[in-house]
């Protein structure tokens, strides 16, 4: 790629970034089947701490920038950084974002999902449809020689063409040796731009999608970003690196 801030990584660091992609994958996985009514989510952040622990790995986001706890679980409205709470509980019908982060000898992975809370109104489930969707499609353009652009337009266009929108504050990016890094990875763009993709380079793609406008506020706790209208959002995420025989997800049990 053309900036030389942008860090392409080697066989070997790929596959420390692996390893640290399936512990993220294995615990959102026991975490997804935790999620009931009833469960605080800070049970679920103390869960996530020890499947972390027991996979001889570290979390990546506890601390870092000062954020206190091991898991961002947003709720409904929330979009994305919500801090577990003992006082927060789930109720059946609401929607919860699972963003996490492991280190496996200095390497990152990041990865994220929406998981429904029992049932869930339909206009949920196709929210969650359309941003699974979306994620796909934006890893499909992770490819030899396409642009960052063409990234972005695939999560654009799969949003949109549904009448729901993407989260411009917030963005995809690199990642590596630190959590984040050069490229950002916007869930917007025009198809052609940006920099070429070279193989190495390793992104995290993470559409935020919401019901309605793309606008956010963060709550005074400084952390917690809520759709400024008050419409439900959902959240999902890989790392991805671009090979020479197509996008690979290192983010996958």
Same mark, same amino acid.
């Given at each position: 790629?053309?900036?030389?801030?942008?860090?392409?990584?080697?066989?070997?660091?790929? *596959?420390?970034?692996r390893e640290a *992609?399936?512990?993220?994958?294995?615990?959102?996985?026991?975490?997804?089947?935790?999620?009931?009514?009833?469960?605080?989510?800070?049970?679920?952040?103390?869960?996530?701490? #020890?499947?972390?622990?027991?996979?001889?790995?570290?979390?990546?986001?506890?601390?870092?920038?000062?954020?206190? #706890?091991?898991?961002?679980?947003?709720?409904?409205?929330?979009?994305?950084?919500?801090?577990?709470?003992?006082?927060?509980?789930?109720?059946?019908?609401?929607?919860?974002?699972?963003?996490?982060? #492991?280190v496996v000898k200095?390497?990152?992975?990041?990865?994220?999902?929406?998981?429904?809370?029992?049932?869930?109104?339909?206009?949920?489930?196709?929210?969650?449809?359309?941003?699974?969707?979306?994620?796909?499609?934006? =890893?499909?353009?992770?490819?030899?020689?396409?642009?960052?652009?063409?990234?972005?337009?695939?999560?654009?266009?799969?949003?949109?063409?549904?009448?729901?929108?993407?989260?411009?504050?917030?963005? *995809?990016?690199? =990642?590596?040796?630190?959590?984040?890094?050069?490229?950002?990875?916007?869930?917007?763009?025009?198809?052609?731009?940006?920099p070429r993709l070279?193989?190495?380079?390793?992104?995290?793609?993470?559409?935020?999608?919401?019901?309605?406008?793309?606008?956010?506020?963060?709550?005074?706790?400084?952390?917690?970003?809520?759709? #400024?209208? *008050?419409?439900?959002?959902?959240?999902?995420?890989?790392?991805?690196?671009?090979?020479?025989?197509?996008?690979?997800?290192?983010?996958?049990?």
């Open positions: 790629m053309a900036s030389a801030t942008v860090e392409l990584k080697g066989p070997g660091e790929i *596959g420390w970034m *992609g399936r512990v993220v994958a294995e615990t959102l996985n026991v975490l997804e089947t935790a999620v009931r009514a009833g469960v605080s989510t800070l049970e679920l952040d103390r869960l996530a701490g #020890a499947e972390i622990s027991r996979r001889k790995a570290k979390p990546a986001f506890l601390g870092y920038r000062g954020f206190p #706890a091991t898991l961002c679980v947003s709720v409904n409205e929330e979009v994305v950084h919500g801090i577990p709470s003992p006082k927060r509980m789930l109720r059946e019908g609401d929607l919860v974002s699972l963003d996490l982060g #492991a200095g390497f990152y992975a990041d990865a994220a999902l929406t998981v429904a809370v029992g049932k869930v109104s339909p206009e949920a489930e196709r929210l969650m449809e359309v941003a699974r969707r979306s994620l796909a499609a934006g =890893i499909r353009e992770a490819r030899v020689d396409r642009r960052l652009g063409d990234v972005s337009r695939a999560v654009q266009e799969t949003v949109e063409g549904q009448g729901m929108s993407v989260v411009r504050e917030f963005v *995809g990016h690199g =990642i590596g040796r630190a959590l984040h890094e050069d490229p950002a990875v916007p869930n917007y763009g025009r198809a052609g731009t940006g070279s193989p190495g380079l390793v992104i995290a793609i993470e559409p935020m999608v919401t019901l309605g406008g793309p606008e956010v506020r963060v709550l005074a706790d400084g952390w917690t970003a809520v759709t #400024a209208d *008050g419409t439900w959002a959902a959240h999902f995420e890989h790392t991805v690196a671009v090979a020479e025989d197509g996008p690979q997800i290192l983010t996958q049990a």
